[in-house]
C-alpha cells in the first residue's frame, strides 16, 4: 500500500514539480518497501536521462509482469531512441496487449 503511495508521490514530484531527486528517492522507497512492484521500476530512471539505467528498470519491470504493456511500451520506445530496431517488437507486443497504451 504505502510503496503505491510513494510511486504516485514521485510521478508527481517528476512529471509536474520537475523535482527528479525526490521523485527518484520515492521510486527507490516504493521499491525497497516491495521489490516486486513493477510499476516502480517502470517510472524510475527515465526523467534523469539515464537510459542504461531505465532500459535496465523496464527490463526489471517486464521480468517481474511479463505482461505489463507500459513497460513494454517504454522499453521499445528507448530502444528505439537509441537507434534499436528490436525496439519495434517491444511496441507491437505492447500494443498487442493492450491497443491504448502505446
Avoid at 500500500?1 to 508527481?12: D, E, P, S
Avoid at 536521462?49 to 532500459?55: I, K, V
Amino acid at each position: 500500500m504505502y510503496a503505491v503511495a510513494l510511486r504516485n508521490r514521485g510521478l508527481v514530484y517528476a512529471n509536474f514539480k520537475d523535482d527528479q531527486d525526490r521523485a527518484m528517492a520515492d521510486f527507490n522507497d516504493a521499491i525497497r518497501l516491495d521489490p516486486t512492484y513493477a510499476a516502480a521500476f517502470n517510472t524510475r530512471n527515465v526523467k534523469k536521462g539515464d537510459y542504461n539505467r531505465a532500459m535496465a528498470d523496464y527490463n526489471e519491470a517486464i521480468r517481474l509482469d511479463p505482461k505489463f504493456a507500459l513497460a513494454l511500451c517504454n522499453r521499445g520506445l528507448l530502444k528505439r531512441k537509441i537507434d534499436d530496431s528490436s525496439g519495434n517488437a517491444d511496441v507491437a507486443q505492447a500494443k498487442q496487449l493492450d491497443a491504448s497504451v502505446c
